[in-house]
């Protein structure tokens, strides 16, 4: 075996295998953390959609072919 690698039967508390559950204030942490990074990658898209569209058309001016107001 590797050197890294312990065999089941080493020792008897590391053969039992005890799953870990999250409490339910490492759930509100880990909820929080993954709505603060959504909402940076929203925040981010729209600014960099609004850059580049400041990028592309900030010095074009509209102007109609037809003037409609008299």
């Not at 959504?38 to 037809?66: C, M, P, Q, T």
């Amino acid at each position: 075996m590797g050197i890294l690698v312990i065999p089941p039967n080493w020792h008897p508390a590391c053969s039992q295998v005890v799953k870990m559950h999250a409490t339910f204030f490492q759930k509100v942490i880990l909820c929080a953390i993954a709505g603060f990074l959504a909402a940076s990658v929203l925040e981010w898209a729209k600014v960099f959609v609004e850059g580049a569209d400041d990028a592309l058309n900030k010095g074009y001016k509209h102007r109609n072919v037809i003037e409609l107001s008299h």
